[in-house]
């Protein structure tokens, strides 16, 4: 284990980028073969979500999207999103509000905390990740409706979330009863 | 049925919760993020994704 800490260290001092400004990239859907780069490369630091993400490839429950360095093809970020919904049981009645769920979120070691030139803009996750916000509001104005979005939170990275406008709920919830949620805190955004 | 995406409120506050408008400046905030990084990012449309075989 502490090799593995130390390797892990060794790998994030390997910069790749001075700023995140400095970095192209692209997002795609990948095509199963895509997943076998991903297992191979692809390291986000939490070994339980990067091989959740790869052993739920054939699931269609959600799409992934690949976010790609176009100036080497590596792997920087991968996200999901899928159709959800939030419900409230009001003396028997149940009620629907729409919602666009982020199922994972995960960004490679070697491309997390690279800063931005403006420092308001945080680093290079959080850029990825309001370029992603971005989309989906748009799909939700344009699209598909959705009331909100929501994900559920791994420990550490709720102040990430919170900076970038989520909030946990407050409210009395039960929580979706896949096992990656068991520790994970749940999260919205109104839009 | 265990992939069901819900999530149930309880509570009565839920009807506050429901009605709750959006951060309008943190949404100003991740759209003036995302169009200034706009130059910086491709969107790949076409591919034939997984879903779709």
């Known amino acids: ?6 390797g892990l260290k060794e790998e994030r001092q390997e910069r790749l980028y001075e700023y995140a400004d400095d970095i192209q990239f692209s997002f795609y859907c990948p095509e199963i073969d ?55 049981s009001d003396y028997g009645k ?16 070697h491309y997390q905390d690279i800063k931005a030139v403006d420092p308001d803009e945080g680093c290079l996750s959080s850029i990825i990740f309001r370029s992603v916000l971005s989309r989906i509001m748009d799909i939700s104005f344009e699209v598909i409706g959705a009331t909100k979005i929501i994900l559920y939170s791994v420990p550490n990275a709720v102040s990430f979330y919170q900076k970038n406008g989520f909030l946990e709920f407050g409210i009395d919830i039960l929580k979706n009863t896949d096992w990656y949620t068991d520790e994970c805190i749940p999260m919205y955004m109104n839009i | 049925m265990n992939e069901t995406k819900v999530i149930i409120i309880k509570e009565e506050k839920a009807k506050e919760f429901f009605s709750q408008k959006p951060n309008y400046d943190m949404i100003k905030k991740i759209k003036r993020t995302a169009n200034k990084y706009a130059h ?9 994704s997984r879903k779709a075989i």
């Open chain 1, 34 to 88: 895509d997943y076998e780069s991903f297992k191979t490369d692809f390291s986000s630091g939490n070994s339980s979500i990067d091989d959740k993400i790869y052993n739920e490839r054939y699931n269609n429950n959600f799409v992934d999207y690949f976010v790609i360095d176009n100036k080497n093809n590596r792997i920087i970020a991968v996200y999901s999103l899928a159709c959800s919904a939030c419900i409230y």
């Open chain 1, 94 to 109: 149940h009620h629907f509000y729409s919602a666009i769920e982020i199922e994972f979120f995960a960004v490679d070691v």
């Open chain 2, 40 to 48: 910086n990012a491709t969107w790949i449309k076409g591919r034939t």
């Open chain 1, 1 to 6: 284990m502490h090799t593995m800490q130390h």
